[in-house]
């Protein structure tokens, strides 16, 4: 009975003094990605919203476009620094981090659409207040898409760029997402596991072979921006993580992209995985969305053909 209870007592001390190690590895890992900084911000660039703060930035004057980023490991309104300047030569523009994001606050909460829904109809009522032109990108397109049903008095046109596919956005938490999301956001073993997916070997080969067109058109300063945001925040950058890879954030747009009245064009890449099936699910929905294709330029046209984004942005703007 003793060589028993000694057994357990040596096992607790074990286990103790792992979880101590790796919560160590943790913070080295969390401190050594912020150390080139290239996500700076000061405290009068934030929107103090009941969830968290939420980094924004301003620029330009004219009719008002709110920027949105996509979702991927380690997004954030980075995404739009070749563009905003541009655009803010006609425009009023904003882009943001949103909450679990980049420079925002990352709550330790389950991340739903909805969440984001109302975000996005909070800052535009209470930062842009007035209706407002949107450019996003990815998985986010199904954001302003709820959004414009929640509140149809925030938004006007509407740009998606390379959108999810309905059909994916259907599938909801199984338990073994359930299971999933419950590991990574198991303290200290979890967040290891999280540190060990979004290393900065797997974000670059993310860019290199789905994201870009051309893999040598990705640079070393934008693979260090996106392994620098995964990770700021610490333990909970990991909670928007596990709520999107675990289905959390997934919701049926079909019936909203129905009903949109909101002028809504498409943009996709012209290597951009599935991209004519996945128009093509928007466009039997609503046959008034127009759609064009951006020349070499894969899943980010805005980072990787600039002149033809931006080419194809103007013409619609000014319709």
């Known amino acids: 009975m003793k060589e028993h209870n000694r057994k357990i007592i040596t096992l607790a001390a074990l286990t103790t003094i792992a979880a101590g190690i790796i919560h160590v590895a943790n913070r080295c890992i969390a401190a050594s990605s912020q150390i080139k ?92 207040k007035e209706k407002t032109d949107v450019i996003a990108c990815g998985f986010s397109c199904s954001f302003i898409t709820m959004a414009c049903r929640y509140d149809n008095t925030c938004f006007n046109k509407i740009i998606f760029v390379n959108p999810p596919s309905i ?30 997916i979004v290393s900065r070997e797997t974000i670059s080969n ?27 925040g610490g333990y909970y950058a990991k909670y928007m993580y596990s709520s999107q890879k675990s289905k959390y954030m997934n919701i049926d747009i079909s019936k909203s992209i129905q009903e949109m009245d909101n002028s809504i064009y498409i943009l996709t890449g012209e290597a951009e995985y599935k991209r004519e099936s996945i ?30 984004f931006l080419n194809a942005v103007s013409d619609y703007l000014i319709q």
């Open 37 to 128: 900084n290239l996500l700076p911000a000061t405290e009068n660039q934030y929107y103090d919203w009941r969830f968290g703060k939420v980094f924004y930035t301003k620029r330009g004057s004219g009719s008002p476009i709110l920027l949105i980023h996509d979702t991927i490991t380690g997004s954030s309104g980075y995404e739009w620094s070749l563009t905003a300047d541009r655009l803010a030569e006609e425009h009023t523009v904003y882009t943001i981090d949103l909450l679990g994001c980049g420079r925002s606050d990352k709550p330790g909460i389950t991340y739903t659409n909805f969440l984001f829904v109302q975000l996005l109809c909070d800052f535009t009522k209470n930062v842009i």
């Open 167 to 196: 059909n994916s956005l259907k599938q909801y938490p199984s338990e073994k997402n359930k299971l999933f999301k419950y590991l990574i956001e198991f303290p200290v073993f979890g967040t290891l596991i999280y540190h060990m």
């Open 206 to 232: 993310l860019f290199i072979d789905n994201l870009y067109f051309n893999p040598f058109h990705v640079d070393d300063r934008t693979i260090d921006v996106y392994y620098e945001s995964a990770h700021k």
């Open 279 to 308: 128009v093509d699910e928007y466009m039997q929905l609503n046959q008034s969305i127009e759609t064009s294709v951006i020349e070499k330029s894969k899943h980010f046209p805005h980072m990787e053909n600039v002149s033809g």
